[in-house]
């Protein structure tokens, strides 16, 4: 059976950005339980609502690949205590044109990495504050992950045992959650 389908967001546009790298990692722990692509949001242009008619193309298809995915993922840097611009702009175009909010109803996960111990902990705060608001199910609990050189090799191994089994377990509650929330429900009719 093929796993959940999830659209993997990272709000770096950096080419050898970490926490794509953690990002890649998290799928190889997932080992089929997700369905997952990555969506491209560093070619948006800046929200506009002068661009909402007809949206651009590159905002059609992100938002395309947002609503056709049954949860998110989200993995990100912190920027000056916050979600990054590009990460905020995407947040943006995907409310956008009014009515229709692609976030309403997905099943999120959000982490992130940072050279620091808890360096994008500002960042999830501010994200799950924003998705949740927009009517996304945001799974609880926080997961800062502090990033070495060597923590992923090239291979996208998480090197480092503490790591490994933190992260596994992130992974595994999201992947239950994703399929909890996504996965039809029979209906019990009491007589």
């Not at 959940?4 to 990692?25: E, Q």
């Not at 500002?122 to 504050?129: P, T």
């Not at 503490?162 to 994703?178: E, P, R």
């Amino acid at each position: 059976m093929p796993g959940v389908n999830v659209a993997v967001i990272v709000g770096s546009n950096r080419r050898d950005s970490i926490n794509r790298k953690l990002a890649r990692a998290l799928l190889r722990l997932a080992d089929g339980k997700l369905a997952a692509s990555f969506v491209q949001i560093d070619d948006l242009p800046m929200y506009n609502q002068d661009l909402e008619s007809p949206l651009p193309a590159s905002v059609a298809r992100f938002k395309t690949s947002v609503e056709q995915a049954a949860a998110l993922l989200f993995v990100s840097p912190e920027h000056n205590r916050s979600i990054p611009a590009v990460l905020k702009n995407a947040v943006d175009w995907g409310t956008r044109p009014y009515g229709r909010n692609s976030w309403a109803g997905k099943a999120v996960a959000i982490i992130g990495t940072s050279p620091g111990t808890v360096g994008t902990a500002i960042a999830q705060q501010h994200l799950r504050h924003v998705l949740g608001d927009l009517g996304a199910l945001v799974m609880g609990g926080e997961a800062y992950v502090t990033f070495k050189p060597d923590l992923i090799a090239d291979t996208g191994t998480v090197t480092d045992a503490g790591t490994l089994k933190f992260l596994q377990s992130f992974i595994d509650q999201y992947a239950g959650l994703a399929a909890h929330l996504t996965t039809p429900k029979a209906s019990t009719v009491a007589v």
